[in-house]
């Protein structure tokens, strides 16, 4: 059977197949050689890297070479405001941290408070601006150095993007808009010009420097359309390509098959910042779709499925020790520890950020101010 998947920046549904993704998005993996390049820079490779998660790039060899000419990137992000940051966010953020302290870089973090507003009947505007200042506090509880992190807010700084969104707008024909995105008469029209918001923060800092300065984004794969009509527009105004860096999806709890990514709309089968210790427990318990047998006795016998399991990949995501990892592995698969023991250890783990996390996004409210970009 054809397996059927979609990566959109509108939907992800399906059994994602990185390797078609890599070759229908004409993306490049990232190979030994170019892990050993980044190495080089940083010591040692994040485990996000190690392991592959971070898969995908474009242009990453270009940004190291400008980088060892002493020409140095800055990173962009961000995240669109519409409802509680969960830990497939987080996920990309803390490698996106780990770029930023490991080559000492700014960061530009874009809250496109305006973008589900547009996409989405549900959602007032009121809404994305209580979602920005809550979505806020989970970036900067991940530790970003404040003097080298600056939030651009898109309704906040409009006087200063929408110039640089028009430009861009400018070069994008209707029918590119519709190709790339698939359009048609109903959408309304300001989803067709959201994408132009998206491009500038890749410029901005050129423009607010007035000199060209290379920019790497940090994101999860679905969202490439946009970076491919950027990466189209840029040059034309003078700008260089905006490099990617890409990550694959966290899976819902449900399952790698059911679901290509955690979705803040599925509640159950998403962990969010914000749950407590006994919801986490729950959901895992209750929900994360597990590779292991029916029976303790079948489990001893034939050994789990690492492969299909929830709680194993999860571990991928956010068990930095390779040792603790390998050993989950081999017990999980030789039937030595069971689904439960599995899922207590994750549980454990979540639980254990979670904690750290909660207390650090309290902290931030009285920080949230000078993060936020100001002239
Ligand atoms: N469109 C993204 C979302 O839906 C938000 C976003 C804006 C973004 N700029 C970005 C994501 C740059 C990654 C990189 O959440």
Redesign the pocket.
């Known amino acids: 059977m054809q397996n059927k998947f979609t990566v959109t ?1 509108w939907e992800v549904s399906g059994e994602v197949d990185y390797d078609k993704l890599i070759k229908e998005f004409g993306t490049k993996r990232i190979d030994p050689t170019l892990l050993e390049r980044i190495r080089k820079h940083t010591g040692t490779l994040s485990h996000f890297l190690r392991r592959g998660i971070f898969f995908s790039h474009r242009d990453l060899d270009w940004v190291l070479d400008e980088y060892d000419k002493g020409n140095k990137f800055f990173l ?7 409802g509680p940051v969960h830990m497939g ?1 987080v996920a ?1 953020w803390m490698f996106t941290k780990w770029l930023q302290d490991k080559f000492n870089v700014e960061l530009w ?4 408070d305006e ?2 507003f547009l996409f989405k009947d549900e959602l007032t505007l009121e809404d994305t601006k209580k979602w920005t200042y809550e979505n806020a506090l989970d970036v900067i509880a991940l530790g970003f150095d404040q003097k080298r992190t600056h939030f651009i807010i898109d309704t906040v700084h409009a006087n200063l993007m929408y110039k640089e969104a028009c430009r861009v707008a400018k070069k994008i024909t209707f029918s590119t808009a519709k190709a790339v995105f698939g359009f048609d008469n109903e959408t309304n029209i300001g989803s067709i010009f959201y994408t132009a ?2 491009s500038v ?2 410029f901005l800092p050129s423009v607010l420097e007035g000199r060209n300065i290379p920019c790497l ?4 794969i ?2 490439d359309a ?2 491919r009509v950027s990466r189209d527009v840029l040059p034309k105004l003078g700008y260089y390509k905006p490099a ?1 860096i890409h990550d694959m999806f966290l899976p819902g709890l449900g399952g790698m098959m059911e679901q290509g990514k955690m979705s803040s709309s599925e509640q159950h089968t998403a962990i969010f910042t914000t749950d407590s210790p006994a919801v986490v427990r729950e959901k895992i318990n209750k929900y994360a779709f597990s590779g292991g047998q029916a029976t303790v006795e079948e489990q001893r016998r034939k050994g789990g499925n690492p492969a299909v399991d929830v709680s194993y990949r999860w571990l991928t995501f956010f068990e930095e020790d390779d040792r603790k990892l390998k050993e989950i592995y081999e017990d999980y698969k030789s039937g030595k520890m069971l689904t439960g023991e599995l899922k207590a250890v994750l549980i454990e783990k979540i639980n254990a950020f979670l904690k750290q996390h909660q207390e650090k996004r309290e902290k931030a409210k009285k920080e949230i101010d000078k993060f936020i970009f100001k002239e």
């Open positions: 920046p962009y992000t961000g995240r669109s405001p519409s966010h990309t973090f874009q809250f496109p973008e589900k918001m998206q923060p890749a984004i940090p994101h999860a679905d969202q946009h970076f990617a």
